[in-house]
C-alpha cells in the first residue's frame, strides 16, 4: 500500500485529496486499486507516507483494535475501512434489501461446495476428435443418416476403440463418459433396442462407408498405395448360431475349434490403414478368397497397374499368384514348406548370405533384434531368396528333430514288418518308402532308404553332410515374387510388412474385442465386424499421427493415461437461496496435455455451461421470476 496525492479542478478551483492505493495483478498486468479515500485528511509529510501505508496494512494484516493503535491518523483510517467492509456485509447477507440485485457479486460458502456427476472424458474426447478428423459424420451425412443414428453410430465406434462391451450394457458404459457433453445430446434414456436398430440401419451402407473412409484417408495422410497387404483370420461364436449361414467350423486361428466361426479377410497399405475387408465362410481356406478379394478391391478402391500384393503361404499356390498377375498386379509370397524344401538344394552352395540391418526398435531401443541372414536367386520365373532368422532357428530345430524321431520310428516299423514277412511284395514295400518320404519331407531328404528284393532286406542310412547343411539352413523360409527388380534386403521387408495385418487383426481381437461374437442374426453379425473395422480406422489414425510427430507408442498406453481426465458439475451454494452448477472439465495433467499437442486436440473437452437452481422456497431462479440472475465478479488471483 502507498498514499497517493490526486489534484483536481471544478469550477475554476483546485481540489487536493488523498487516497490508500494498493498494486493487485489482473490477467491485463499490475493494476493500482483505490482501498479508500482519505479525503482531506492531510497526512504526515510526503516523506513519511510510505510509513503510514505500512502501519495501515499492518494493523488490517493482523485485526488490531482501535484502542490498540498508537497512531491516530493509523485509527481514522482502519476506522473508515472498517465502517465501509461493515456496511458492504449488511447489504449482501440483507436478503429484503433493495440493493441487494443490484450487486455485482454472490456470496459462496466454501463448506458446503460440492462436486458431482463426474465422467471420463480424456479417452472420449480424442477418439472423437479422430472421428471428426476423418470426416465420419460428413460420410454419414451424405448417406442419408439422420442426426440421432450419427450420434448412435459415433457412441458404439468409441465404445469399440475404449472399453468395447455388448450392445446390452453399451448404455450404462455411456452414461459413465462425457459422451453426452461432446455431442450435446441426452443418453439417459437410450436402452439396447435402439442400438440393434442402429446395427441394422448402418448394415446396407457398409461399403459406401468404407469406400468414402479410405479415399478420406488417402487425402488426409497422403498413404502410399504401391502396396497391398492381404491376410485373413477367424472369429468365433458363442452359440448355435442357427441364423447365420457363413457360421461354420473349419480351421481356427483362436483354438476354438469346437465353437463355429466367421473368416474375416482384411487388406491393408503399407501405413497399416485398411482398405478393404470381406467375411467369408468360417470353413473357407486361404486361397479360394485371393480372387474374391481382388475384386472386391478393385470394384471398392480401384486396383492400379503395377500394385505389389504381400501374401502368406496359404495363398502362395499357382493358381492365387496367376490371379494375381492376371490383373497386372506383382506379387510377393512366402513358398509353401515343400517348395522351400526342393529349392534348399539351390542354396547349399559356398555363396555367403548377406546380413538384414534392423535397427531397434524406438519403442525399445535396448531390444536386440534377431539377426536375418538372405540369399538371392533370379530365374525365368521370378525372385527368390531365402531368408534365415535366428530367432526361427530353435522353433525350426524342434521341429525338425520332431520329425527325424518319428521317421526313425517308422523306419524301424517297416524293418520289423518286412522281416517278420508281413510285407513281402516289392511294389508294397516301396509304396510304404514313398509315404514315409511323404509325410516326413523336411528330414527324409537326408535319409537313404534301400529295399534288396534279391535279399529281401530293408535298409537306411543317413547322409552326414547333407543333414549338416540342413542343420545350418534351420530357421530359413523361402521369398517368391514375380518382380525382378527387388534386391533381396528389398524383397524381405516388403515381405516383412505383413505383419501390419497380424498387428491389426490383434487389436481388433484384444483391445478393441471382436471376438467372441454373441449376435446371432447375419447382418448384426457382419456389422459388429464393421464397428470393428472402423474402431480400427480410428485406433491406426491415432498411432499414425502419434508416429508422424515421432512418438512410438500404442494406443493402449495413450488410453491408459486418458483414463482420469474427468468432467464434473461444480456445485456453488449461494447466499440467496440458489445454488450454481457448473459443468466442465478438469484441467488435464501434464502428460495428458503432452498427448493432446501430439495428437493436435484441444486441451479442453468442452466449453463450460452454468445453471441456477433454487434451494429454498421462497428462492426464486426461474427466467421469468428472475430478470436480472446474479453475476459472478472474477478476480484475478
Known amino acids: 500500500m502507498y498514499v497517493r496525492k490526486v489534484i483536481s479542478s471544478h469550477g475554476g478551483k483546485r481540489y487536493v485529496k488523498f487516497v490508500l492505493v494498493e498494486s493487485v495483478r489482473t490477467p491485463q498486468g499490475p493494476r493500482q ?45 482502519v476506522r473508515k475501512i472498517h465502517a465501509r467492509d461493515e456496511q458492504v456485509r449488511s447489504q449482501a447477507t440483507d436478503g429484503t434489501s433493495a440493493r441487494q440485485e ?22 472420449v474426447h480424442v477418439g472423437y476428435q479422430m472421428w471428426k478428423r476423418l470426416g465420419l459424420d460428413e460420410i454419414l451425412t451424405d448417406i442419408g443418416m439422420n442426426q440421432r443414428t450419427r450420434e448412435l453410430s459415433c457412441a458404439m465406434v ?40 442402429n446395427l441394422d440401419r448402418l448394415y446396407p451402407q457398409r461399403v459406401e462407408i468404407e469406400c468414402r473412409l479410405s479415399a478420406r484417408e488417402q487425402s488426409l495422410f497422403n498413404l502410399d498405395q504401391s502396396v497391398l497387404l492381404y491376410d485373413l483370420t477367424s472369429t468365433y461364436f458363442e452359440g448355435q448360431v442357427r441364423q447365420t449361414p457363413k457360421a461354420k467350423r ?56 503395377g500394385q505389389t500384393v ?16 492376371d490383373r497386372k498386379l506383382h506379387y510377393v509370397v512366402a513358398a509353401r514348406q515343400p517348395e522351400r524344401d526342393r529349392w534348399l538344394a539351390e542354396f547349399d552352395d559356398e555363396e555367403q548370405f548377406e546380413p538384414v540391418i534392423r535397427k531397434p526398435s524406438p519403442r525399445n531401443p535396448l531390444q536386440k533384434k534377431s539377426q536375418v541372414l538372405v540369399k538371392l536367386r533370379r530365374t525365368d520365373n521370378g525372385t527368390y531368396v531365402l531368408c534365415i532368422s535366428d530367432g526361427r532357428v530353435q522353433k525350426d530345430r524342434a521341429i525338425r528333430e520332431k520329425h527325424e524321431t518319428r521317421l526313425l520310428v517308422d523306419l524301424q516299423k517297416l524293418r520289423v514288418r518286412i522281416e517278420k514277412g508281413s510285407l513281402r511284395k516289392a511294389d508294397k514295400i516301396h509304396e510304404a518308402i514313398g ?47 514375380d518382380r525382378m527388380d527387388l534386391s533381396a534386403d528389398e524383397a524381405w521387408r516388403t515381405y516383412v510388412l505383413l505383419t501390419r495385418v497380424e498387428n ?21 453379425v457382419e456389422t459388429h465386424i464393421f464397428l470393428c473395422v472402423l474402431a480400427y480406422h480410428l485406433l491406426i489414425t491415432i498411432e499414425k499421427t502419434l508416429l508422424d510427430r515421432g512418438v512410438h507408442t500404442s494406443w493402449e498406453s495413450v488410453r491408459e493415461t486418458l483414463q482420469t481426465h474427468q468432467v464434473c458439475t461444480i456445485v456453488l451454494p449461494t447466499n440467496r437461496g440458489l445454488e ?58
Not at 473437452?605 to 436480472?628: F, L, V, Y
Request: net charge positive.
Open 250 to 305: 473349419g480351421y481356427s486361428r483362436d483354438h476354438r475349434p469346437d465353437c463355429k466361426q466367421l473368416v474375416v479377410g482384411l487388406v491393408l497399405n503399407r501405413d497399416g490403414f485398411p482398405r478393404a475387408h470381406e467375411i467369408y465362410e468360417g470353413n473357407t481356406q486361404d486361397r479360394a478368397t485371393v480372387g474374391t478379394m481382388l475384386d472386391v478391391l478393385d470394384a471398392r478402391v480401384g486396383l492400379k497397374v
Open 504 to 524: 491389426a487383426f490383434r487389436a481388433m481381437k484384444s483391445p478393441l474385442e471382436g471376438r467372441p461374437i454373441f449376435h446371432h442374426v447375419e447382418r448384426r
Open 580 to 637: 450454481l452448477r457448473i459443468r466442465r472439465a478438469s484441467t488435464p495433467e501434464p502428460a495428458q496435455r503432452q498427448i493432446y499437442d501430439w495428437l493436435a486436440v484441444p486441451h479442453q473437452p468442452m466449453r463450460p455451461t452454468h445453471q441456477w437452481s433454487a434451494t429454498k422456497p421462497g428462492a426464486e431462479c426461474s427466467d421469468q421470476k428472475i430478470r436480472n440472475p446474479p453475476k459472478i465478479q472474477h478476480y484475478a488471483p
Open 158 to 197: 468409441l465404445n469399440r476403440l475404449i472399453a468395447p462391451c455388448s450392445e446390452h450394457a453399451m448404455p450404462q458404459w455411456i452414461e459413465r463418459t462425457a459422451l453426452g457433453d461432446l455431442l450435446s445430446t441426452d443418453f439417459s434414456s437410450l436402452i439396447d433396442e435402439a442400438l440393434y436398430r
Open 102 to 123: 443490484s450487486l455485482p457479486w454472490i456470496l459462496i460458502d466454501p463448506l458446503r461446495v460440492s462436486t458431482e456427476q463426474h465422467r471420463e472424458v480424456g479417452t
Open 310 to 325: 504381400v501374401v502368406d503361404r496359404g495363398m502362395a499356390f499357382d493358381e492365387n499368384l496367376q490371379q494375381i498377375i
Open 33 to 77: 486499486r483505490v482501498v479508500c479515500s482519505l479525503g482531506d485528511l492531510h497526512p504526515r509529510p510526503a516523506t513519511q507516507w510510505l510509513e503510514l501505508a505500512h502501519k495501515v496494512k499492518a494493523a488490517l494484516g493482523e485485526q488490531l483494535s482501535l484502542k490498540g493503535t498508537s497512531d491516530p491518523e493509523v485509527d481514522k483510517v
Open 435 to 481: 509315404r514315409l518320404k511323404e509325410r516326413y519331407p523336411r528330414v527324409a531328404r537326408y535319409y537313404t532308404m534301400q529295399y534288396e528284393s534279391d535279399t529281401k532286406c530293408f535298409s537306411y542310412t543317413l547322409d552326414t553332410q547333407r543333414k549338416q547343411r540342413a542343420e545350418a539352413l534351420d530357421g530359413s523360409y523361402l521369398l517368391r515374387s
